[in-house]
């Protein structure tokens, strides 16, 4: 019979027992119900809020198209306004053309209504109708006139918008392609295409139209100010009293909008997203049975972005009704206050005076509802072009580049001490030193992030050591041209990269001038010759973006053909066999050995049977280098290299043994 002791502390273990119990139940109903820690849209939700939807918007607003950029204003706007006109300036008769046609075109509208006026008191109301036919004649010409000129100004404007954008632009992706690694390691790839499209699509937009417009407003607004004057003081005063409540309205209205619209941008932004994910992760939605989740959150965005929707467009399409409601109201005060003055006699007044002060009225308030929103796309244009300034300054890698030309190199490749890390106080590599002979295999193995692809981007100088040295041929590669040293450094990546065209194309990118025969000979020995003639077009076979219609084997196959033509001195493999079978894998070794041969090589595998005949083996962990060696001497010392071996050869270990 169990003792007192001994039952407590069974009911202690029964106690704890049922607490873990009720513990799992809590999980298990927790995880049924799909009550997460982290919900996915709280986590949305707040990454929204550091995002930025600067993107240029069209939207339709007091009759016109204007294109409103959603970022923050320029931060300086004369340093940008400066370097546009820099730009511009190889453009200065076409320019003179352009200012020399807006004026006109101010001025002969600003010319109209005085010419109607003329026509109705010196010529109708006189019943002269031949003199009314004469002036007649002149608003046609006129009119006529003002349209040659406005489409000359606007024709010569839009030639050297598009010359500059495409100056700009082309400058943006030079640089572009001059930047270094590290450069996009910092950015994102969005953002940098935003800069090159929608920014400078801004610019070409503002300069095609916005400031043209500006400038025109701005004559028109003066001119028909100073004509109301001229015909009659007081209906112009009348005018000016409606001045403030334009301005007021529409500066209020335009911060509505503007808030409406960048709501519903991002929620499109959002939209699109769930919509790219939707599809490019198709697959594995209908594994997980996700439909109805991924249907409920298109639902929700959608519904969000219909409801941004309706506030923006409903402020934008206010404010034309309310300005046409204020441009009849001032006609019909207009037209009392000047019938009431000239019954009066208080001020001289005609009938023609009349139609002219409404024909300027309208002259003079419709650039006031203009110019609000024209100066605003105008600053937020200034903000897009400071951003493609801001990438076409950034310092390019060719700025440190070395100075030493070399045409080939003998592969002699010496570490020393190298210490370097892609963030400060974070260490990815510490004093690795090593040497590779020329023509020898050099092999690198060790954990996922220890570092081993890092040791190839400093050979090839995609980042500089922060401490230590890399030689080759007994000089410090910082001392090299970049591109001479790049250019005998053969890669053959792990996530290989196709470009759009034909499978020739691809190929022969190793080598521009290579033969038809050589490129052949390449994707031979590459093992990808086969597959490549059973395509519909055989070499001419069309590659889409990405290589997306090839698979991850073929994609590495025809990358190891591209490298192999470029016969490089220095060979690179970072895990080029780890997406192909293992047959296919056994011949492009077979074929490696002949590439390698009398060339110095690094060889990245996760795959260690690969490497077993490399002349030498780097074991590196956390940063370090902790073993050196050939296999067999590797083995024997029975350290980490030892263990990831075993690991995944455990018979073929024990035969050995």
């Given at each position: 019979?169990?003792?007192k ?8 273990m ?21 009550k ?27 009759g ?9 204003n ?15 300036g190889?453009y ?15 001025g ?7 010419l ?8 109708i ?26 489409f000359i ?26 930047l ?5 390691d ?15 699509d ?12 500006m400038i ?6 003066i ?5 109301m ?13 409606f001045?403030?409540?334009m301005?007021?309205?529409t ?14 941008q ?6 699109n997203?769930?919509v790219?994910?939707s599809?490019s992760g198709l ?9 109805e ?5 298109f ?12 506030g923006?467009?409903?402020y934008?399409?206010?404010i034309?009704?309310?300005i046409n409601?204020?441009?009849?109201l ?22 023609g ?31 897009g ?6 990438l ?5 890698e060719?700025d ?18 190298v210490t ?10 510490k ?34 050591v922060?401490?230590?040295s ?22 053959v ?7 759009s ?10 080598d ?9 000979k ?17 070499y001419s076979?069309?590659v889409?973006e ?7 084997g073929?994609?590495q ?16 493999l ?12 056994f011949?492009i ?21 690969t ?9 590196i ?9 050939n296999?067999?001497d590797?083995?024997?010392e029975?350290?980490f ?17």
């Amino acid at each position: 019979m169990p003792s007192k002791k001994d039952m407590k502390q069974m009911q202690q273990m029964k106690t704890q027992q049922m607490k873990k119990q009720e513990k799992q139940k809590d999980l298990y109903a927790h995880i049924n119900h799909k009550k997460v820690v982290l919900d996915k849209y709280d986590v949305k939700k707040r990454n929204e809020q550091s995002k930025d939807y600067s993107k240029i918007l069209n939207k339709t607003m007091g009759g016109r198209r204007h294109s409103t950029y959603l970022g923050k204003n320029a931060t300086d706007r004369k340093g940008t306004v400066l370097r546009i006109w820099d730009y511009l300036g190889k453009y200065k008769a076409g320019l003179i053309t352009v200012v020399i046609a807006i004026i006109l075109t101010s001025g002969l509208a600003v010319l109209l209504p005085w010419l109607f006026a003329m026509a109705i008191d010196d010529y109708i109301l006189q019943s002269d109708f031949k003199g009314a036919y004469y002036i007649g004649a002149i608003i046609i010409v006129v009119a006529l006139l003002n349209s040659i000129v406005r489409f000359i100004g606007r024709y010569t404007m839009t030639i050297i918008s598009q010359r500059t954008v495409a100056k700009i632009r082309k400058d943006a992706f030079d640089n572009l392609q001059k930047l270094p690694v590290k450069y996009y390691d910092s950015n994102q790839s969005g953002d940098i295409v935003s800069r090159i499209t929608n920014d400078v699509d801004l610019i070409s937009n503002t300069l095609a139209s916005v400031t043209t417009e500006m400038i025109s407003s701005v004559i028109t607004l003066i001119g028909s100010l100073i004509m109301m004057f001229l015909v009659n003081w007081a209906l112009a005063i009348l005018v000016l009293l409606f001045v403030p409540i334009m301005v007021i309205f529409t500066k209020k209205i335009g911060k509505k909008t503007k808030k409406g619209f960048t709501a519903q941008q991002k929620f499109l932004g959002n939209l699109n997203g769930i919509v790219e994910e939707s599809i490019s992760g198709l697959k594995v939605i209908k594994l997980y049975g996700s439909e109805e989740s991924v249907i409920e959150e298109f639902a929700d965005t959608n519904i969000k972005l219909r409801n941004a929707g309706y506030g923006a467009l409903i402020y934008a399409g206010m404010i034309m009704p309310v300005i046409n409601f204020l441009n009849n109201l001032i006609y019909v005060l207009i037209i009392i206050a000047g019938g009431l003055l000239k019954i009066s006699g208080v001020v001289v007044i005609t009938i023609g005076d009349i139609s002219a002060i409404t024909q300027y009225a309208r002259q003079f308030i419709q650039p006031i509802s203009n110019l609000a929103q024209l100066f605003n796309t105008l600053q937020q244009a200034l903000a897009g072009a400071e951003r493609v300034f801001g990438l076409i300054d950034e310092p390019t890698e060719y700025d440190k580049d070395g100075e030493i030309e070399v045409e080939k190199f003998t592969g002699h490749v010496e570490f020393k001490d190298v210490t370097f890390g892609y963030e400060k106080d974070k260490v990815v590599l510490k004093k690795i030193s090593f040497d590779a002979e020329k023509g020898k295999t050099v092999a690198i193995v060790g954990p996922t992030g220890s570092g081993k692809t890092t040791i190839i981007n400093l050979l090839n100088r995609f980042y500089d050591v922060d401490d230590g040295s890399i030689l080759v041929d007994n000089k410090d590669i910082r001392d090299y041209k970049k591109d001479d040293l790049r250019k005998n450094i053969g890669v053959v990546l792990q996530d290989t990269k196709l470009f759009s065209g034909t499978v020739y194309d691809n190929i022969v990118y190793g080598d521009l001038n290579a033969t038809k025969e050589e490129v052949e000979k390449a994707a031979d020995l590459a093992n990808a010759h086969d597959f490549i003639m059973k395509l519909p077009h055989g070499y001419s076979s069309e590659v889409y973006e990405g290589g997306n219609n090839f698979s991850q084997g073929e994609r590495q196959l025809i990358s190891i053909a591209r490298t192999i033509l470029s016969n490089p001195d220095i060979l690179i493999l970072d895990e080029a066999t780890s997406n192909v079978d293992t047959r296919t894998e056994f011949r492009i070794q077979k074929s490696m050995k002949l590439l390698m041969k009398g060339r110095t090589s690094f060889v990245i595998a996760h795959r260690l049977q690969t490497i077993r005949n490399a002349n030498k083996i780097l074991v590196i962990k956390e940063g370090e280098l902790i073993e050196s060696g050939n296999h067999h001497d590797l083995l024997y010392e029975k350290g980490f290299y030892y263990d990831l071996y075993t690991t995944q050869f455990k018979d073929l270990i024990l035969e050995e043994e």
